[in-house]
């Protein structure tokens, strides 16, 4: 059952203890022990991979517009402060409830593979096969643009083109590089075109820590996405640019495909965790394992086995071994072969599979077919508004900068989606199939109690998303963390072929009893970059209340008024 404090705070409101904005993840102390817990806003929050992303949130919240606006003002100014990992040229996961009418909807804008995609340039025997799976091949439809639209005119409140003024400023007047965008650029600029060089370059050199780095392309592009609407790029004047340079490059992507693009709403899928309600997207997207892993642990007792214990990471480590199996196994475009959610998603599913487990020694993993690839230079944001509109959403380019593709003079990185398509062998339900619904792994999650949102939650990570989201419900619902020190604790990640990844802030002991029992550790310094926020209601349910956090993995921030 739902804990009795946890419940009284959404039902009856908590005091308010900051009215400003307040930091949350930016600078953090990985310490988390000697850290408060967030403090509480009254009217709203955002949390984002980038201060100034959060910060255009915030200027279209504090100026009347909801958080399906600020949403929108957020994805955009990513665009700009993280090009290299999402953007117009990328698609994406979202989930999103509506206050109004009281339900939770997924919006997808990962789109169909091109129509004129052959697999088999692929593979071999085709010369280059394995150069054709990057690059202007792997560009897959990107949606990113159109979803913006379709979600601002279902829900939005402000004027289309105010919800890119912040993103079209910081194009044109420069952002200045930290460290870890600078190093992207550094590993990535041999590789980028001549054009993209003089943007992120100067004398033939990348932009290094502390430079500036001016997008006037990419604010020019912005500026048409704001006058014209999604339709510039899908059809108009820069899908016209995208169609000119795939031809160029030898890409599958045509303009016809950017016209026929469309944003697509599918129902959530769900289940019950001890009480709370856990929403996310549905195929095509491949969130389901991890509700699959969720509901293996509810069999168990994780208070009794102790937080990141051996005991309770060993069972953690068998359960997302077996929901990674089940993605290979059963993730396909449902138009074509669902998913057997009703089986996967089943209480006697979860107690058999438990039941396999041996307490105390850990067991091989055997995949079902062959591992696909996996990237992991992806964003996640999360908001929420005073009427209680949450967005949580999981944007990426697939690698960083995607294909490194950029069409001369937008500004635009596309996505190198089908890069992490699996191609052999050839016709698995992961292959490149033209015109079908492109599978991610993104994990933007809901937490609802008594129908209404309580946590929005999400990080990028690539493989690593579906097994380090259940691992913050957990720590959220049975350990009973706020939300800053739920996405800030260590983890532990599934690694292909047969390695768990463990976070080196677990403890030594730990990390040799888990190898004592058979468990082939990978230490690491941090899985994921997380997101996420609380909202608390009064007894009409009307929100009181919100709190936010940055995983201090990441250079994010999250802050509310």
């Known amino acids: 059952m739902k804990d009795s404090r946890r419940l009284m705070g959404i039902l009856l409101g908590v005091a308010v203890l900051a009215a400003g904005g307040v930091l949350f993840g930016a600078g953090c102390s990985p310490h988390l022990e000697e850290e408060s817990g967030p403090a509480l806003v009254r009217r709203g929050m955002v949390s984002s991979a980038h201060p100034l992303a959060t910060q255009a949130g915030l200027q ?68 280059g096969y394995m150069e054709n799976r990057r690059g202007a091949k792997a560009v897959s439809t990107p949606g990113n643009a159109n979803a913006w639209e379709s979600m601002w005119r279902r829900y939005g409140k402000l004027e289309w083109a105010t919800l890119f003024e912040p993103a079209i400023r910081a194009a044109e007047e420069g952002i200045v590089l930290d460290g870890r965008f600078a190093r992207l650029i550094q590993g990535s ?69 950017l016209a026929e693009n469309e944003a697509e709403w599918w129902e959530p899928i ?78 006697t599913y979860w107690q058999e599979q438990v039941d396999m487990i041996d307490p105390e020694k850990a067991s091989r993993f055997e995949p079902p077919g062959v591992v696909p690839p996996t990237g992991s230079h992806t964003t996640h944001f999360v908001v929420a508004d005073r009427w209680g509109n949450v967005v949580s959403a999981t944007q990426t380019l697939g690698g960083a900068f995607g294909s490194r593709i950029m069409p001369a003079g937008t500004g635009i990185w596309l996505n190198g989606s089908l890069a992490f398509c699996t191609f052999e062998p050839k016709g698995n339900p992961m292959d490149a199939f033209p015109g079908r619904h492109k599978l991610s792994g993104d994990v933007p999650v809901l937490i609802m109690i008594e129908g209404r949102p309580w946590v929005a939650v999400g990080t990028p990570g690539g493989h690593t998303i579906a097994q380090t989201v259940p691992q913050m419900i957990m720590n959220m619902i049975d350990f009973d963390m706020d939300v800053l020190h739920a996405i800030s604790a260590p983890r532990i990640s599934f690694v292909e072929p047969d390695a768990i990844a463990v976070e080196e802030r677990i403890p030594a002991q730990v990390r040799s009893q888990l190898a004592a029992m058979g468990h082939n550790l990978r230490t690491t310094g941090g899985l994921g970059s997380a997101h996420a926020l609380t909202i608390s209601y009064n007894r009409r349910g009307t929100p009181t209340g919100f709190t936010g956090a940055a995983d201090p993995r990441g250079g994010g921030l999250a802050r509310g008024y």
Do not use: C
């Open 270 to 347: 769900t289940i019950d965790y001890r009480g709370y309600e856990i929403v996310t997207a549905p195929p095509p997207a491949n969130s389901f394992p991890a509700l699959v892993r969720l509901g293996m642990m509810s069999r168990f007792d994780n208070r009794s086995l102790g937080h990141n214990t051996s005991a309770y990471l060993h069972r953690y480590a068998e359960v997302t071994k077996h929901a990674f199996w089940t993605r290979l196994r059963y993730a396909s475009d449902p138009l074509v072969r669902p998913v057997p959610l009703d089986m996967l998603l089943a209480e």
């Open 189 to 257: 600029f041999r590789s980028f075109p001549a054009h993209a060089k003089e943007i992120y370059g100067r004398i033939g050199e990348p932009l290094k820590e502390g430079e500036r780095l001016v997008q006037a392309d990419l604010g020019r592009s912005l500026r048409m996405i704001a006058e014209e609407g999604a339709s510039v790029v899908h059809g108009g004047r820069l899908g016209e640019a995208i169609d000119r340079a795939m031809r160029e490059a030898g890409g599958f992507l045509r303009l016809d495909d």
């Open 60 to 127: 279209i919240l504090r100026a009347g517009g909801n958080a399906f606006d600020a949403a929108v003002a957020v994805a955009a100014a990513l665009n700009v402060v993280e090009p290299a990992m999402s953007g117009v040229g990328g698609y994406g996961t979202i989930v999103v409830f509506d206050a109004g009418k009281q339900e939770a909807l997924f919006l997808n804008s990962s789109g169909l593979i091109p129509r004129r995609v052959d697999s088999d340039v692929y593979r071999a025997p085709t010369p």
